[in-house]
């Protein structure tokens, strides 16, 4: 997350249109998990695809990223640090 910050701050990789990871759009938390444990060219490709999504401040980026990432429907399923009742998943460990 840090990374995509610093690049946004610094408008590196916005002139040239990428194509979106095939990954990408996650729409079930099957999907999620599959994703949590992608290959290091995989985590590359969509970290620069969320660089080049970028965002005018910090709660753009981070909405259009989202929008990008993952279906509306899964979120549901995750909260930033999970809950303990186990029904929720964290997205940050």
Sequence with gaps: MERILRSMQNNQNRRRELEKPTCLLISTEAE??????ANEDTYEQVVEYLEY???FNVKESVNLCFKEVIKDSVTTAFTWFGR????????YK
Excluded at 84 to 91: D, T, V
Aim: aromatic letters at 6%.
């Design 84 to 91: 303990e009742e186990g029904r929720q998943r964290a997205l």
């Design 32 to 37: 999620m998990l599959d994703f949590e444990s």
């Design 53 to 55: 999504i970028g965002g």
